[in-house]
């Protein structure tokens, strides 16, 4: 069973920066597309960014240009470095793996912008 394990979540003022990461168990980072994906109070959850096994990335319109996703495949961990927060990035963000028809989710972790 592949487990996801988020971390680096917390209280961060806005303009100011995060770094998520995820780690997983078995050599998966490498062979599935791995994502950020983020839910806030009342909202449904949605893609922040992903990157596939090919190294193609991709981001929601909202966080291009502060937000940057990469992998390291011999560590098999996946990480979001967030910068220029903004209250409206409060959320808990979960670490995805993705390969049809497959997919795992992390437990999540909170991040709050606020001052």
């Known amino acids: 069973q592949v487990q996801l394990v988020e971390s680096g979540g917390g209280l961060v003022q806005p303009g100011g920066s995060l770094r998520l990461s995820c780690a997983a168990s078995g050599s998966i980072v490498s062979i599935y597309t791995m994502g950020w994906y983020r839910q806030a109070p009342g909202k449904q959850r949605e893609l922040v960014a992903s990157?596939?096994?090919?190294?193609?990335?991709n981001y929601a319109d909202s966080v291009k240009g502060r937000f940057t996703i990469s992998r390291d495949n011999a560590k098999n961990t996946v990480d979001l470095q967030m910068n220029s927060l903004k209250p409206e990035d409060t959320a808990v963000y979960y670490c995805?793996?993705?390969?049809?028809?497959?997919?795992?989710w992390g437990q999540g972790t909170q991040v709050t912008v606020s001052s």
């Open positions: 990157i596939t096994r090919a190294g193609s990335t």
């Open positions: 995805n793996a993705r390969l049809p028809p497959i997919a795992y």
